[in-house]
């Protein structure tokens, strides 16, 4: 992100979901609808935060968090704030909040060819533990990956 700038990581509220689907669409070829993300701002269990540089959205995290398990169910960074730190800092603060809920362990699956998002994965920690094939709908495998959350690093 923007280096002079230390992006805030907040709740995302639906008064960001126009620039959320914009970065939304540009970032994945089956994007998620507004109604998905409405649903993670009101459901009990979801916990979607936003990246925000001067007023803007640079970029997000869906996490559900429920029992001992937690889920990284969509991230993103917008494609001219990639590579500055964002991905991770959004990543720290679900692993914070899930660690807050009681989650032991975090789950997520990737696209194969997501090769920033599994570094950024790797980077933390997280470790593979399964490929569903065929699993998405250009038939391209998920990779699963999880990291016990228990202790921090
Ligand atoms: C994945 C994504 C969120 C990462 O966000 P980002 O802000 O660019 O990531 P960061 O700058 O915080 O990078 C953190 C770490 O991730 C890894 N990483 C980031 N980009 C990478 C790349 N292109 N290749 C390999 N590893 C990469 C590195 O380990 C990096 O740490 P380093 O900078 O110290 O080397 C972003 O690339 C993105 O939005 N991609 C498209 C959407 C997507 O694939 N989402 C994941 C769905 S599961």
Redesign the pocket.
């Given at each position: 992100?923007n280096s002079s700038q230390t992006p805030g990581i907040r709740p995302m509220t639906a008064a960001d979901l126009d620039a959320v689907l914009l970065?939304e669409q540009s970032?994945?070829p089956l994007p998620w609808k507004r109604e998905h993300f409405l649903h993670e701002i009101t459901a009990p269990h979801s916990f979607p935060f936003v990246a925000e540089i001067d007023g803007k959205v640079a970029?997000y995290?869906c996490l559900m968090s429920l029992f001992e398990e937690a889920q990284?169910l969509?991230?993103?960074?917008?494609?001219e704030?990639?590579?500055?730190?964002?991905?991770?800092?959004?990543?720290d603060k679900a692993l914070a909040v899930a660690r807050e809920k009681g989650a032991e362990v975090m789950a997520?699956?990737?696209?194969e060819s997501?090769?920033?998002?599994?570094?950024?994965?790797?980077?933390?920690g997280f470790r593979q533990t399964g490929i569903r094939a065929n699993y998405y709908e250009s038939r391209e495998n998920a990779v699963l990956m999880e990291k016990n959350i228990k202790e921090k690093p």
């Open positions: 992100m970065i970032s994945f970029g995290v990284i969509d991230i993103a960074v917008a494609a704030q990639r590579g500055r730190g964002g991905g991770r800092l959004l990543m997520l699956e990737v696209r997501g090769a920033a998002a599994i570094g950024l994965y790797r980077a933390l």
